[in-house]
Nanobody, 124 residues
């Protein structure tokens, strides 16, 4: 198993940038596909970004494509989500996720390992 802890959230204005970090424990980080989900009040949890175990393949929701970038540093056991040109619609709790494959991480997310979440609030 893997334990995940998110950080980097906060209150920003529209157009600003944030970088979220997800620190993983243990020695098995490189064996997991990683991703980010978010959940806004009154809405279902939605996929934001994902990447393969090697970091060679990335996936993005259409709503964030071109603005967000996911990356991983296996040496630091950390995955990042760089968020640029933030919009009010990006306001949500962001969760780090880990799974065996990018597909299962996104489409079988109930089986994911999850972090506790970090709040991102974007003002008008």
């Amino acid at each position: 198993q893997v334990q995940l802890v998110e950080s980097g959230g906060g209150l920003v204005q529209a157009g600003d940038s944030l970088r979220l970090s997800c620190a993983a424990s243990g020695r098995t980080f490189s064996s997991y596909a990683m991703g980010w989900f978010r959940q806004a009040p009154g809405k279902e949890r939605e996929f934001v970004a994902g990447l393969s175990r090697s970091g060679g393949n990335t996936y993005y929701a259409d709503s964030v494509k071109g603005r967000f970038t996911i990356s991983r540093d296996n040496a630091k056991n950390t995955v990042y989500l760089q968020m640029n040109k933030l919009k009010r619609e990006d306001t949500a709790v962001y969760y780090c996720a880990a799974a065996g494959t990018s597909y299962s991480m996104r489409y079988q997310s109930n089986d994911n390992y999850w972090g506790q979440g970090t709040q991102v609030t974007v003002s008008s």
